[in-house]
């Protein structure tokens, strides 16, 4: 694993001096001084929306349009670009180049289609691949871009399951994990639910290179209104996801699970205040491989937990209005809120649901 100097440094080095020529010495001395860069997306004060880099410390770096709210990013090492995609039921994905060496591309997908935010490239930085509505025969499926020819879209796998969200790809690049959330969503009706009564809440392993379904874990009946909605992945491929519930308000089942290929779920089961803090609703959720920890947050419920990754046990509880995006940092977790705090730092700006860490 890198250093985060290290990560720090090859940050700016693929910048290149005309980005860095472009930054104001308030931005520069933070680059400098930070020891990880993040990225995020914004609406500012005037209701338009955008993309940030920003320091560990909460400083903006750099800020770029977006043409409506975004919603997951992904980033791509190997090329050192990031994409935004569209909140549902968007239909764009914008991609950045950060050496600065190349304009945006955006994206649209096809007829037929729209994305749930959410994407991941190949460990090799050729393929990008999203998760994307097939909303009139109620299907997910991944759309399949080559990152190498204009993102042009060459095909799409299945996912199994109903309104996928978060996608990821396995250390090896070998598998995709999808987190079907059971929901079933139509564009003509908005973002409205259609089928709360009967969701079919679900986590897919996809083979890559063939698109055929490896192994598929359904929830139990009793918790078939846990929608199956963000990934993380352990340093061992554990598979950690989080769960936003649709049933009632006074019910507390587990928000959060793990699952290694070929064994069962396993819920991780909070102290019974700590579960009611959540509000039924853990909004992202990151691993530390490093420090060997877990983070999720709960925006509706103004908090954030922390667990050992090695035994599921509850580190610590926060209480952090509005606590949204999280990603893994060089100490701990950088943590965003819905009212643009980032790490302590208040921003000019509202951060969305998620923040994922580059360079």
Request: charged letters at 20%; hydrophobic letters at 40%.
């Amino acid at each position: 694993m890198r250093s985060p100097l290290l990560s720090r440094r090859s940050f700016i080095r693929a910048a290149g001096s005309a980005f860095l020529a472009g930054l104001a010495p308030r931005q520069l001395l933070a680059l400098e001084r930070t020891d990880a860069v993040f990225a995020a997306a914004f609406m500012d004060e005037r209701g338009s929306f955008g993309l940030a880099t920003l320091a560990e410390d909460g400083t903006i770096i750099d800020r770029s349009p977006l043409p409506k709210r975004a919603h997951g990013l992904a980033f791509d090492r190997n090329y050192n670009r990031v994409v935004a995609f569209a909140r549902r039921p968007g239909t764009f994905a914008a991609i950045f180049d950060l050496n600065g060496r190349s304009a945006p591309v955006v994206i649209v997908s096809p007829e037929g289609r729209h994305f749930y935010g959410h994407g991941t490239f190949s460990r090799d930085g050729r393929v990008l691949y999203a998760s994307e509505n097939d909303f009139d025969n109620a299907r997910g499926v991944i759309g399949i871009y080559d990152a190498t020819s204009d993102f042009t879209r060459i095909g799409e796998y299945p996912t199994y399951g109903v309104g996928p969200h978060d996608l990821s790809i396995s250390l090896d690049g070998e598998v995709l994990i999808a987190a079907n959330g059971g929901i079933e969503t139509h564009p003509d009706f908005g973002r409205t639910k259609l089928n709360l009564g009967h969701m079919e809440p679900s986590l897919a392993l996809i083979d890559t290179a063939t698109g055929s379904l490896i192994e598929k874990h359904e929830l139990p009946a009793e918790l078939r209104q846990l929608s199956t909605r963000h990934i993380a992945l352990s340093g061992n491929e554990e598979v950690w996801f989080a769960c936003q519930y649709e049933g009632a308000h006074d019910d507390t089942p587990p928000l959060i699970g793990r699952f290694s290929r070929g064994e069962p779920i396993e819920f991780i089961y909070l102290p019974e205040q700590t579960a009611r803090n959540m509000a039924n609703y853990v909004g992202a959720i990151a691993v530390n491989r490093k420090e060997g920890l877990v983070a999720a947050t709960s925006p509706r419920g103004g908090s954030y937990v922390v667990l050992d990754v090695a035994t599921g046990s509850l580190v610590r509880e926060e209480k952090l209005a509005g606590a949204s995006g999280v990603a893994s940092g060089p100490h701990g977790f950088g943590i965003s809120t819905e009212s643009g705090l980032f790490n302590g730092r208040q921003s000019p700006v509202n951060w969305d649901q998620h923040v994922v860490r580059i360079g």
